[in-house]
């Protein structure tokens, strides 16, 4: 059941990080297509905020690890 | 191209023989009864010995514990093998040391290998950094153009964090004073994060209570920093209604918490999740192995060894990357708590809006 929990778990966390930093991508290299002069801001505002959303998925991943190894339980 | 061909084969030899004796082994490990078990959690976990490629050096264990009787003492052994033999601690059943003769151990001291791989890290960005200033103190780099190329790497990587993480993100005038705390995270986490690569090396961390004690650092130091205006920000919120204030000041403080165990979290998982993924990958070839005949086993290899190359290219970048995004975000929190605000606004909100 844990294993179960865990598999689910793991896709539901991949496909929000990848929703996430997906519209990040979209909308930086669209920016940097109207303003190429500023793609060194844009970039590193992509990497800070792809970090963020990096850091929740982590935290689900981890979780989830957890729960496959059956620590806790 | 002939002769890299050549070496492309006898590399290929050497490793068709070397890879045939470890099939050998673990048959060999099989036939006695033992099941040949791959340890995921055993590469990442902390161990009370240190990696060498020529063997184990065992760390010492070092406790506080109390006996029976209430009476707290310090042992110190110079491994747990010692500790074990010395008739004051068993192994319990979870394999966990414990007094001999009832009571608890209280705090455990021992050395470990993440604790003496963050040593390394730390200790080799000091070393860098002395070095360096010892440069710039002779004048080279000052009245002169820096030379060598560790010199020039340096000014680049330290002009890199005091110019793009401290000065873009810090109050200009305060952004210095930070620096220097910047830099040892940056360089630091950078070699811990890289010496987990080495082939016997373990991630320093990819343990949560290294990266906690490092986010730590920055929370103390975060709050210190602190103007009037960030506190009041956290406990009184200027500009809101009184009632809206009972929901924010739960929420801010809530905040100054949440913020450092993001960072610790976020450089935890990267690295354990990076370590987990490439041993997933190598173990498909036992997998395939093992469901289909060893041949399967060699076809996925070839595939599951190479994907692993590139990954570990891959690593390379995360390490350096993730240890960017800890020293950035810090110089973001310090800089959130340090900021002067402009309080003009405020004031025409207060005098005008508000009534």
């Known amino acids: 059941m844990g294993l179960l929990a865990a598999g689910i778990g793991a896709g539901i966390v991949a496909l929000g990080a990848g929703i996430g930093i997906g519209m990040i991508g979209k909308s930086a290299t669209e920016s940097i297509a109207r303003q190429p002069e500023a793609s060194g801001d844009i970039r590193g505002a992509m990497i800070l905020t792809a970090a963020f959303i990096e850091g929740v998925a982590l935290l689900g991943a981890v979780i989830c690890i957890l729960l496959a190894l059956g620590i806790g339980s | 191209m002939v002769q890299a061909l050549r070496r492309v084969l006898l590399t290929f030899f050497f490793l068709s023989i070397s890879t045939s004796n470890i099939f050998a082994s673990a048959s060999d490990a099989s036939e006695a009864g033992e099941e040949p078990v791959i340890d995921v959690m055993g590469t990442v976990a902390d161990h009370d010995y240190f990696k060498t490629p020529l063997g184990k050096i065992y760390l010492p ?66 070393l860098l950094t002395v070095a360096a200033a010892k440069r710039y103190n002779k004048g080279v780099g000052r009245d002169v153009e820096p030379k060598g190329t560790f010199q020039n790497i ?18 200009h005038h305060k952004a210095d004073k930070y620096v220097p705390f910047l830099f040892t995270m940056f360089m630091g986490i950078s070699f811990m994060n890289l010496f987990g690569l080495l082939p016997w090396g373990a991630t320093a961390t990819a343990d949560l209570t290294v990266t906690a004690t490092l ?41 100054l918490f949440t913020k450092p165990f993001a960072l610790a979290i976020r450089l935890f998982a990267n690295m354990l999740s990076g370590k987990i993924m490439i041993i997933a990958i190598l173990g498909l070839v036992f997998i395939f192995a093992d469901l289909f005949g060893s041949v399967a086993g060699y076809g996925v290899g070839i595939f599951s060894v190479s994907l692993t190359v590139v990954l570990y290219a891959l690593k390379v970048f995360v390490a350096l990357l993730q240890a960017y995004i800890f020293t950035l975000l810090s110089a973001v929190f310090i800089g959130m708590a340090a900021e002067d605000h402009d309080h003009a606004e405020e004031e025409y909100y207060t005098e005008h809006i508000a009534e």
């Open chain 2, 61 to 126: 264990r070092i406790f506080y514990w109390e006996n029976a009787n209430g009476e707290s003492s310090v042992s110190f052994f110079s491994s747990t093998k010692k500790a074990l033999a010395s008739d004051e601690f068993i192994e319990s059943e979870e394999g966990a040391i414990v007094p001999a003769g009832g009571g608890s151990i209280k705090i455990d001291f021992s050395i470990t290998s993440h604790l003496l791989y963050y040593w390394f890290g730390m200790g080799l960005a000091v």
């Open chain 2, 154 to 171: 340096f000014e680049v990587l330290f002009l890199f964090i005091r110019d793009d993480v401290a000065r873009e993100n810090i109050d």
């Open chain 2, 215 to 255: 986010a730590a650092v920055t929370f103390v130091i975060t709050q210190f920093s602190g103007t009037k205006d960030y506190w009041a920000h956290v406990f009184w919120f200027p500009g809101v209604p009184t009632w809206v204030r009972a929901i924010l000041t739960p929420v801010e403080i809530l905040g």
